[in-house]
Protein backbone atom coordinates (compact mmCIF):
# COMPACT_ATOMS: atom_id res chain seq x y z
CA UNK A 1 0.00 0.00 0.00
CA UNK A 2 1.34 3.57 -1.08
CA UNK A 3 0.01 6.86 0.06
CA UNK A 4 0.17 9.49 -3.11
CA UNK A 5 -0.36 13.51 -2.60
CA UNK A 6 -1.80 14.90 -6.43
CA UNK A 7 -0.04 18.60 -6.54
CA UNK A 8 -3.32 20.19 -7.85
CA UNK A 9 -5.86 19.35 -5.05
CA UNK A 10 -3.76 18.93 -2.49
CA UNK A 11 -5.56 15.52 -1.83
CA UNK A 12 -4.04 12.51 -0.48
CA UNK A 13 -5.24 9.10 -1.98
CA UNK A 14 -4.33 5.43 -1.22
CA UNK A 15 -3.27 3.19 -3.43
CA UNK A 16 -3.59 -0.54 -3.02
CA UNK A 17 -1.39 -2.76 -4.76
CA UNK A 18 -2.27 -6.59 -5.24
CA UNK A 19 0.77 -9.08 -6.33
CA UNK A 20 -0.50 -12.70 -7.34
CA UNK A 21 -3.18 -14.23 -9.03
CA UNK A 22 -5.42 -15.84 -5.81
CA UNK A 23 -5.22 -18.72 -7.40
CA UNK A 24 -2.85 -20.13 -4.73
CA UNK A 25 -5.17 -20.26 -2.08
CA UNK A 26 -7.50 -22.24 -4.12
CA UNK A 27 -5.42 -24.82 -4.66
CA UNK A 28 -4.69 -24.70 -0.44
CA UNK A 29 -7.75 -24.62 0.15
CA UNK A 30 -8.64 -27.93 -2.60
CA UNK A 31 -5.75 -30.17 -0.93
CA UNK A 32 -6.68 -29.15 2.63
CA UNK A 33 -10.14 -30.33 1.48
CA UNK A 34 -9.32 -33.30 -0.04
CA UNK A 35 -6.86 -34.45 2.69
CA UNK A 36 -9.70 -34.16 5.10
CA UNK A 37 -12.16 -35.88 3.07
CA UNK A 38 -9.21 -39.02 3.14
CA UNK A 39 -8.94 -38.63 6.94
CA UNK A 40 -12.68 -38.49 7.79
CA UNK A 41 -14.16 -40.76 5.04
CA UNK A 42 -16.08 -43.79 6.48
CA UNK A 43 -14.40 -46.31 3.55
CA UNK A 44 -11.71 -47.41 2.74
CA UNK A 45 -9.82 -46.40 -0.94
CA UNK A 46 -11.10 -49.82 -2.09
CA UNK A 47 -14.46 -49.79 -1.37
CA UNK A 48 -15.09 -45.77 -2.15
CA UNK A 49 -13.54 -46.72 -5.52
CA UNK A 50 -16.32 -49.85 -5.84
CA UNK A 51 -18.97 -47.34 -4.76
CA UNK A 52 -18.22 -44.87 -7.06
CA UNK A 53 -18.14 -47.25 -10.33
CA UNK A 54 -21.59 -48.57 -9.05
CA UNK A 55 -22.98 -45.80 -8.85
CA UNK A 56 -21.50 -44.86 -12.05
CA UNK A 57 -23.19 -48.57 -13.57
CA UNK A 58 -26.47 -47.64 -12.15
CA UNK A 59 -26.18 -43.94 -13.43
CA UNK A 60 -25.38 -45.38 -17.45
CA UNK A 61 -28.52 -47.80 -16.51
CA UNK A 62 -30.77 -44.99 -15.45
CA UNK A 63 -30.24 -42.96 -18.44
CA UNK A 64 -29.97 -46.00 -21.02
CA UNK A 65 -33.35 -46.40 -19.51
CA UNK A 66 -34.58 -42.65 -19.86
CA UNK A 67 -33.25 -42.78 -23.41
CA UNK A 68 -35.53 -45.98 -24.40
CA UNK A 69 -38.30 -43.89 -22.34
CA UNK A 70 -37.74 -41.24 -24.96
CA UNK A 71 -37.51 -43.32 -27.51
CA UNK A 72 -40.94 -44.60 -27.38
CA UNK A 73 -42.57 -41.18 -27.01
CA UNK A 74 -41.02 -39.33 -29.37
CA UNK A 75 -41.93 -42.69 -31.78
CA UNK A 76 -45.48 -43.09 -30.67
CA UNK A 77 -45.46 -39.35 -30.85
CA UNK A 78 -44.52 -39.37 -34.87
CA UNK A 79 -46.91 -42.55 -35.24
CA UNK A 80 -49.54 -41.09 -33.76
CA UNK A 81 -49.66 -37.22 -36.07
CA UNK A 82 -48.53 -39.37 -39.05
CA UNK A 83 -52.22 -41.42 -38.60
CA UNK A 84 -53.61 -38.18 -37.68
CA UNK A 85 -52.33 -36.71 -41.16
CA UNK A 86 -53.28 -40.03 -43.07
CA UNK A 87 -56.88 -39.88 -41.68
CA UNK A 88 -57.20 -36.11 -42.97
CA UNK A 89 -56.03 -36.75 -46.34
CA UNK A 90 -57.80 -39.98 -46.66
CA UNK A 91 -60.82 -37.43 -45.35
CA UNK A 92 -60.18 -34.70 -47.88
CA UNK A 93 -59.60 -36.86 -50.87
CA UNK A 94 -62.89 -38.51 -50.02
CA UNK A 95 -64.60 -35.15 -50.05
CA UNK A 96 -63.34 -34.81 -53.13
CA UNK A 97 -64.52 -37.63 -54.51
CA UNK A 98 -67.64 -37.13 -53.53
CA UNK A 99 -67.83 -33.61 -54.65
CA UNK A 100 -66.90 -34.80 -57.86
CA UNK A 101 -70.00 -37.07 -58.24
CA UNK A 102 -72.00 -34.27 -56.65
CA UNK A 103 -71.12 -31.93 -59.24
CA UNK A 104 -71.30 -35.02 -62.34
CA UNK A 105 -74.99 -36.48 -61.40
CA UNK A 106 -75.83 -32.13 -61.10
CA UNK A 107 -74.46 -32.05 -64.48
CA UNK A 108 -76.07 -35.33 -65.61
CA UNK A 109 -79.87 -34.13 -64.25
CA UNK A 110 -79.13 -31.06 -65.88
CA UNK A 111 -78.57 -32.49 -68.99
CA UNK A 112 -82.00 -34.79 -68.95
CA UNK A 113 -84.01 -31.73 -68.15
CA UNK A 114 -82.63 -30.07 -70.72
CA UNK A 115 -83.36 -32.72 -73.12
CA UNK A 116 -86.53 -33.81 -71.90
CA UNK A 117 -87.53 -30.05 -72.43
CA UNK A 118 -86.05 -29.76 -75.53
CA UNK A 119 -88.35 -32.61 -76.16
CA UNK A 120 -91.30 -31.36 -75.29
CA UNK A 121 -90.64 -27.92 -76.90
CA UNK A 122 -90.19 -29.55 -80.30
CA UNK A 123 -93.38 -31.50 -79.93
CA UNK A 124 -95.24 -28.68 -78.40
CA UNK A 125 -93.85 -26.79 -81.52
CA UNK A 126 -94.70 -29.93 -84.25
CA UNK A 127 -98.36 -29.77 -82.77
CA UNK A 128 -98.51 -26.17 -83.47
CA UNK A 129 -97.45 -26.16 -87.07
CA UNK A 130 -99.73 -29.14 -87.34
CA UNK A 131 -102.74 -27.09 -86.17
CA UNK A 132 -101.72 -23.86 -88.05
CA UNK A 133 -101.68 -26.38 -91.63
CA UNK A 134 -105.05 -28.09 -90.74
CA UNK A 135 -106.55 -24.92 -89.58
CA UNK A 136 -107.93 -26.03 -86.11
CA UNK A 137 -106.40 -24.67 -82.79
CA UNK A 138 -103.97 -26.35 -80.90
CA UNK A 139 -104.32 -27.58 -77.14
CA UNK A 140 -102.45 -25.14 -76.08
CA UNK A 141 -104.91 -22.30 -77.51
CA UNK A 142 -108.41 -21.22 -76.02
CA UNK A 143 -111.16 -21.23 -79.19
CA UNK A 144 -112.62 -17.94 -79.24
CA UNK A 145 -116.42 -18.06 -78.75
Do not use: C
Not at 9 to 25: F, M, N, R
Not at 76 to 85: L, P
Not at 106 to 126: I, N
Amino acid sequence: MARHRDDDDEQEYTVIEKHGSGLAPFFWGLAVGAGLALLFAPMSGSELRAEIRNRGLRLKEMAEDKAEEIEELVSDKYQRGRERVEDTIDGVKRKAKEGRQFAHDVADAGKSAALTAREELERRLAEAREARRSGRPSGDEEPVA
